[in-house]
DNA sequence: ATTAAATGTACAAGGTTTTTTACATTATTA
DNA sequence: TAATAATGTAAAAAACCTTGTACATTTAAT
């Protein structure tokens, strides 16, 4: 498990988006998204935002804070 | 350059804090602060919101989006 | 002017994120 | 049911983040 949980397969299916398309929009690739839907690992900042953009949302809203470091 | 730029000098000024304290509250070295504030890397994810639960603020206040990946 | 505190910087080592390639499984549609 | 799309997963390599130690410079206090 990572420090941080996120909603990007909620919101991502809600904008009926693919793994593959988001990857694109995102310029990483599909198992990156992957990976970071199932929480094998938290994403850059950098890919934070770029996410948060694409799900027209904020990171503070895509991704919840958790307790462990 | 970075991907991301941030007020976090300027919101720990605000509270007087030193690198070194602000460090501590986020279970970080001294030195990374440091380089976080003078954009030698973004932090991770997690101690973003580590830096922004400090500072009493949120993630997206306190990194500015940028445009390089 | 001296001392102490705070900040800037460097470098090697270790940990984490991301990529590429490749294949397996699950869902969707014809 | 068969074909196709979407998703899950793996392993090695590259890229990036963080640490520890150590020292130099700047700022603040005495």
Redesign the pocket.
Request: avoid cysteine; hydrophobic fraction near 25%; glycine fraction near 4%.
């Given at each position: 498990m990572?420090?941080v949980q996120n909603r990007i397969?909620e919101l991502?299916?809600v904008k009926k988006l693919?793994?593959?398309e988001i990857?694109k929009l995102c310029?990483?690739?599909?198992?990156?998204i992957?990976?970071?839907?199932?929480n094998?690992?938290?994403?850059?900042?950098?890919?934070a935002f770029d996410l948060a953009k694409s799900l027209e949302t904020t990171v503070d809203e895509l991704f919840n804070e958790r307790k462990t470091r």
């Open positions: 990572i420090g397969q991502r299916k693919t793994q593959d990857a310029n990483v690739s599909r198992q990156t992957n990976a970071i839907e199932n094998k690992y938290d994403p850059s900042l950098s890919l």
